[in-house]
Structure formats: C-alpha cells, structure tokens
C-alpha cells in the first residue's frame, strides 16, 4: 500500500505546501491562516493536477486518496508552526527544494510515458509537474514567477526529463533512467546555485 | 425542467457575472463592453468550470446549455445599465453575493460527494467553486484576490461545506444538511462584515 | 496527413509561439532562453489547450502529435534568431496575427459545434482558442491582457464566430461558412487599426 513512488508523491506533496506556505507568510497581506494554506494547498496540487487534467487521467490523485490533503495541511502546520527555525534553514529547504523538483520532473515523464504520449510532450510534462504549482504560487502573490528569475531551475528539469527519455529509447532499464534523470536535475541545480550560473541572456 | 437547484444555479450565475462586470467598469482599463463581457463572463463560469474540470464532470454546464451563457449576457447588460443605481446599493449586493456563495459552495460539495471524491476533496471543491472565478476576475484586473484581502470569506465557505460533510457522514437527511451549510456560511459571513472580523495573522 | 487544416492549425502553433517568444525577449527578467522558450510554448499552445479542456477533446494535439512542439520549437528559434529584423516587420507580423486568430477563431467554432455544444458556447470557444494563450502570455509577462488594450481585437474573433454560427445555421456549406467567418474577423481587425477604433467605453 505504501509503495516508495507513493511515498515520494506524498512527501512532495508536503514539500511543495510548505514552500507555498512560507512563502506566502512572508508577505504581509496573506498571511493569515486562510491565506497561508490556501497558497500552500495550490502550490502542492497545481503541478500535478495541471500534468494529470492535461493528460486526462482521473480522479485526481487528491479528489481520489485524502492522504494528499492531509500531507498539505501537515506541511502549513508544520510552515506555520516552525517558521522562525524554518527561516533558519534555508540551505535545508533548498536541498529539499531540488529533491522535490527532481522527483516530480521523473514521476511526470514515467506518468507521461505511461499514458502514450510523444516523448517530447513527456518532456514538457514533466517539467511542467515540477514547476507549475510554483509559477501559479507567485502569480498569486503577485511576484515575478520563481522560474524566470532564479539560476537555472526549470532548465534542470528540462534536462533530466530528456535524459530519462532518451535512456529509455535507447532500453535502458527503469530504475536506471529514473536515478539519472533525479541525479542530474539536482547536480545541475546544486551547480547552478553555488555557482550562481545563469542561462546566457539576450543583449 | 426548472427545478429549484438548476433555478439557484442560474441565478448564481447571473449574480457572478454582475461582480465580475461591475468590477471592470470601475477599471480604467476594462471598461469597454468587450472588457466588461469577459470578466463578467470569466466570473460566472471560473468555479464551476474549475470544479467540474476537476471532476472529469462533462460536458460543462454553460457548454451544454445556453441558459447559462444567456443569463451571464442578462447580468453583463443589468450591471452596465444600472450600474449608477447599484453603485447605491453595495448593502443589497452583499447580501446577493454572501447567498451567491452559500449556495455555490452547498452545490460544489454535493456534486463532488455524488462523483464520489473524498469528504476532504469535496470541501476544498465547494469553496473553489464559490471563490475561484473572484480569483481570476481579480487576477485577470491585476488585483489582489479579493479572498485574501477581504473579513472572513473563503472561511465562510470552508466552515459551511465542513458542516454538510460532517451532517451527511452522520447520516442527516441532504435538505437538512444543506440548510444547515448555507445558513452557516452567511451567518459567518454577516457576522463578519458586521464587525469587520478578519482572521488572526501572524506577527 | 498533411491537410490543410492541419497544416493552418501548426502554422498557427508556430506563428503564436513567435508573438510569445517576441514579447519574453522584449522584457528585462525573461528574456534567458528559459524565459523565452517557456513562453512561447505556452502562448501556442494555451487558447487550444484550454479549449480542449473545456470540450473533454482528448489527447491534446502537441501531447499526441511532436510536430507541434516542433513547430513551438522552430518559432522560438526563428524569433530569437531574426528578433532584429522581425522588430522592423511589426505591420508583417500584424498580418500573421490577423491570419492567425481569425483561422484559430473558426477552427475552434467548428471543432465545438462538431462536439455538439450549443451555439453561442461554440462562439466563446471559438474566441477563447484564439486570445487565451495570448492572456496567459500577458499574465505571465506581468501586463495588463492585450485583450483589454489593443483597438478592437477578441471583439473581431466574436464577430466572426457568430457570422459562421448563424450561415451554418441557414444551411450555408463549410467552407463558405468558413471564409466569411475568417474575412470577417481579418477585415474589422484591419479596418480598426488602420483607423484606431476602439470599443465604445463608460464613462
């Protein structure tokens, strides 16, 4: 029943709220408690949610298991209640950050796979899995989406999906290509970061 | 043909597409006809649309029947009509749309039981069909959401679909559980406004 | 394969991924490749994406067909590669744009009516397939919908959509309903620009 791609799910899930959350009580008009959770809640379902109604694969994992919205009300609790250590931690949340964004890139292409869509679309999805519950975060409350201003982030994900892609065109077993793909989006990510890179920008 | 749900649902409809009009045509921006038919529109439609999106509920209310899309046209000439007599009226409009999501959020969280989501799912889908369209009215007019900003108001929702749940887990009879929502929610809503009570934010 | 529907919906496809990618590289923060990439990928495929949410019309046509994401693809190359000359061809690419939401209008109608939506939810829908990616391209930008500003614009698509719905009505063939529909909506753009009109406003 708790098989680890559902325990990795849940646990995303949870990651995804508490960055929704924190975020959101970071600004002074939403942080009241109806503020704070309704962020997280979006931030923790739009990705999926947007990659499943896009592949028109129903019930929606949260409409369908209530443990989705138990993990979402864990990780507000848990934003809420530990925030000031929380802030402290930052180097913590980051290498959680990567973790969820690498785990949700793959479990979005293997989805994609599954249900027979063209690799390049796969691709897309995942990425999209990843990043979209952010990008719908930030426009909420109203900043420059995440993905547009940070070090390459999405770009990471692009990455690692096609990777994953392209070990299994060439036969690759599963296993193998989902432990690439996860590797490589983090070690672009970590990267990235310390290095402070960037994508090269037009003049 | 015109049951009492279908006639509330109607009704709704034409009383978000009024918000959303009336909203555009205090805007500089939007207060050309197109401006003002299309966010009045997009009010009408956003929640139900989202929820039944969600659902995997086919085909949409408004893409099925005409009725809808013409009593979205009826609220979207009322508003620019009489808009100087409304303007008067904010009292009278309060009342419509604290009833407005009473009985969209009764209605969201009963249609998600009947597709058989879990009681959890089926009150974050009641509130969302009851506040959402205000969410993209007020993104779409590069506001903020008026959910974050406003007294207790999606709480409202969350506390009244709660309460059906609950009454209906514990077996009370469907017109009683829903009374009991509806009133909940614009009591809490009334109450609210009454003495402007919002809720706790954190320091 | 290559009919000309076809052939118009990915010519389509490329020339909106262009007025995406063209607005990315025209702003400070998105103008990485990320930034550009993302949307234009996003202005293409938005308005027929939502519409097909809406339809229940499944697999979307970029997640089954890669030519789509070609096609997104080659456009974001072309507009980064040519930006300087493409920034001489504003009136050029004012005719794509004309072409292009007057075909995306009147394909999206009579994808809804082949569905069997009801008539005037098939001019929305034909509408929406036409402006919505570029809503989200605003949105996304951080502007106010072009929609909102532009001399007559959704206006023309709504135009053009009833004029199809109404001759198919009276039995007039396809491809006539199809041409009028289409010379409608590209002359009132035209006419509109070239004298400035805008829709009436409130005072």
Known sequence: MFSLPYAIDLFGTLMFAMSGALAASDQKIHRDWFGISFTGFITAIGGG????????????????????????A??????????????????????FDTLGISLYTILGV?????????????????????VFGGVIRDTLLNETPLIFRKEIYATACLAGASLYVIMDYFGAPQPVCSMSGI????????????????LPSLK
């Open 110 to 130: 293997q989805k994609s796979l599954l249900a027979g869509v063209n690799p390049l679309a796969a691709i897309m999805l995942g990425m999209f899995s990843a």
């Open 49 to 72: 949610t947007l990659r499943d109604i896009m592949l028109d694969y129903h019930p929606l994992a949260w409409i369908r298991d209530a443990n989705y919205v138990i993990a979402i």
């Open 74 to 95: 864990l990780g507000v609790i848990v934003s809420v209640a530990f925030r000031k250590v929380l802030a402290k931690l930052r180097r913590t949340l980051f290498i």
């Open 183 to 198: 590797v490589l989006i983090a070690v672009i990510r970590i990267v990235a970061v310390r290095f402070q890179l960037s």
